[in-house]
């Protein structure tokens, strides 16, 4: 079965796979009424009638924004021979497609991918990685890892998706489950034993995992975020607690950070075999010194009785779990602690993470994706420590997003910076004036240090103009995106090369 769906928008990455019969995939989720016949080949499933092809199963669900049985009729047009809906069949499509009734469409849309595209993740050792801050960089470190000691190596993401040396772009962390197990078929078929997965909290509850299987799963924190989609923090938690007890396959392994109350309940709850690691001295790799600069970061561990040494260009102090938890997921997986940490040098960060703009002036800016409340804490108390002068930092919040972060994110800049200058960031169809006043209630006992520029081209401006000597410039909230959402359009915005263009760099 040739692929025929492009990976998240970016390039198709070619790959094959085997033809099934209808009733093979009715095998594997329960029914309620099945009209029409079961012979059918099939040829690929879809979640979206843009992406179906011919002998195609089309599954109809509906979500938020959008319900899928209003485009049965383009995608029968397109080929659909049949449709999976937990609605009783359309007696207006009985005689165009077999038409599947099942109490979960979106579990179905998983199994039945997984089982047309050959199972390509019983077929691969994954690694999945979770958490509120963390999940690219220990994905890239990871993949960084399987490039250079089994190659190729697969990985997949907020920033990209990657097969071998080809790579895409990519629009959400974890994409719907056909997409994820056609490109796990496409990695299968390039030869890859070894993948790394961001696995986001939305695509745990909206069962976009389901047909995947990790041999070993990664914890890296949490922290408040997402809330306008969980609304509480129990049910984020339970979401993310999804990857340790419904995906690991038997025998898989657990790999746990215990530097959060929601660590150590992971840890103490998980069936699987854990590694944890951490500050803690209960930790099973014990961090210990850390030395970091703007050239990268040292760091020592201590693993049973053994004391062991981390070197990487990575930046910044948080940097340090990230490195340490990719060491112990690719350990994990039996590579030797040896291989791994003569590798680990040669391994860069993921993009805007942490990523130093270079400029022709006696201060210093980076770039960062931090945009919770927990991650901006982390990447200034990095960033200070690196500081000769004054520590400035440029943020926003994102619009139609959880609300309820933006006081304190205000707060946490206010408190650790010495110039904050607010702006907008992907206000979407909200005002970004309304945004910036809902900031500006964390920063009321500091107003003296804060000064609002809602233009965000503007703001980058007003910083880099006031700059000084020994100072560092902190740009926070995109990261790697190189768009901005103002209400529904897409605008070409990157913090990395607006910075560029002001400075003349």
Not at 248 to 258: E, M, T, Y
Request: charged share 25%; with cysteine.
């Amino acid at each position: 079965m040739k692929a025929t769906t492009e990976i998240e928008g970016g390039k198709n990455l070619s790959g094959s796979g085997s033809r099934v019969k209808l009733g093979e995939l009715l095998a594997l989720v329960p029914l309620q009424t099945v009209r029409g016949p079961r012979d059918v080949e099939i040829h690929g499933v879809a979640v979206d009638s843009r992406e179906v092809r011919p002998g195609f199963v089309f599954v109809a669900r509906e979500g938020e924004k959008t319900d899928g049985h209003r485009f049965l009729g383009d995608a029968i047009a397109r080929g659909a021979v049949v449709v999976v809906s937990e609605r009783p069949p359309d007696a207006k499509f009985a005689a165009a497609a077999t038409w599947v009734q099942t109490p979960d469409a979106r579990k179905a849309a998983g199994l039945m991918a997984a089982k047309a595209w050959g199972e390509p993740a019983k077929k691969m050792d994954l690694v999945g990685v979770t958490g509120t801050n963390g999940k690219t960089t220990s994905a890239y470190l990871i993949d960084g890892l399987f490039s250079r000691l089994a190659p190729p190596s697969a990985m997949l993401g907020t920033v990209v998706s990657k097969i071998g040396d080809r790579s895409a772009p990519t629009r959400h962390t974890t994409p719907e489950a056909p997409a994820i197990q056609e490109f796990l078929a496409q990695a299968v078929a390039a030869g890859c034993r070894y993948g790394a997965l961001e696995v986001s909290s939305h695509g745990l509850a909206l069962s976009r995992l389901e047909g995947s299987e990790f041999q070993v799963g990664v914890f890296t924190n949490l922290s408040r975020d997402h809330l306008d989609f969980h609304r509480d923090m129990e049910s984020y938690w339970e979401a993310k607690r999804l990857l340790f007890t419904r995906y690991l396959r038997p025998g898989g392994r657990a790999v746990i950070a215990i530097g959060d109350v929601y660590g150590e309940r992971l840890a103490s709850g998980v069936s699987a075999e854990a590694t944890t690691f951490g500050l803690s001295s209960t930790a099973d790799l014990v961090m210990g010194s850390v030395e970091t600069s703007l050239e990268g970061t040292r760091l020592s561990f201590r693993e049973g009785s053994v004391i062991r040494e981390i070197r990487s260009p990575l930046v910044g102090r948080y940097n340090a779990l990230n490195l340490l938890g990719a060491y112990a997921a690719v350990r994990a997986l039996g590579f030797s602690s040896d291989d791994i940490l003569r590798t680990l040098p040669e391994v860069p960060g993921a993009p805007g993470r942490f990523e130093r703009v270079s400029v022709s002036r006696p201060f210093d800016v980076v770039v960062d994706y931090a945009h919770t409340d927990d991650a901006l804490r982390k990447l200034l108390e990095a960033a200070r420590p690196l500081t000769r002068g004054k520590l400035w930092v440029v943020f926003g919040c994102g619009g139609e997003r959880d609300r309820s972060k933006r006081p304190l994110m205000g707060m946490v800049a206010a408190r650790l910076a010495d110039r904050v200058v607010l702006t907008s960031d992907n206000p979407r169809g909200e005002d970004p004036a309304a945004i910036v006043r809902e900031i500006q209630l964390g920063t009321k006992e500091h107003s003296e240090s804060i000064e609002v520029e809602v233009d965000r081209r503007k703001a980058i401006a007003m910083a880099l103009e006031r700059a000084e000597a020994g100072d560092l410039v902190v740009i926070a909230g995109k990261g790697h995106e190189p768009y901005q959402i103002v209400g529904d359009r897409v605008l070409d915005f990157d913090d990395r090369n607006v910075v560029r263009e002001i400075l003349g760099s």
